[in-house]
């Protein structure tokens, strides 16, 4: 199994959910977080101020898969969130080892 954390855009959550649904993933974890990479935030000007915005609003989105449709996962959100501008955001797998459904205590893919 595999847990992919993707940051993207918050605008592009809706595409990237439904390109996820399409290929038959349903399950996921979404939040807003804030951060900044190569970017480096912007300055705005607010009220004849100007000031940096350092940390830029983003979406958070977890979700873990089957081995076999990892790849196709993440294809489907490098589709679905790229802009071609900078601060499209990252995609990070890593392997999980155990997956517990707490209601039913099933293991493994069928917690999935």
Do not use: N, W
Request: proline share 2%.
């Amino acid at each position: 199994m595999k847990k992919i954390e993707a940051i993207i855009k918050p605008f592009k959550l809706e595409e990237v959910k439904d390109a996820l649904a399409a290929i038959g993933i349903e399950g996921m974890t979404v939040t807003e977080v804030k951060g900044f990479g190569r970017q480096k935030g912007h300055t705005e000007i607010y009220r004849g101020s100007e000031y940096t915005v350092d940390f830029l609003p983003k979406i958070k989105l977890e979700t873990v898969v089957t081995d076999d449709i990892s790849e196709q996962a993440v294809a489907a959100i490098i589709k679905a969130a790229k802009t071609g501008k900078i601060g499209d955001g990252k995609i990070f797998v890593t392997a999980v080892e155990q997956a517990v459904r707490i209601r039913t205590e099933e293991m493994g893919e069928k917690a999935v």
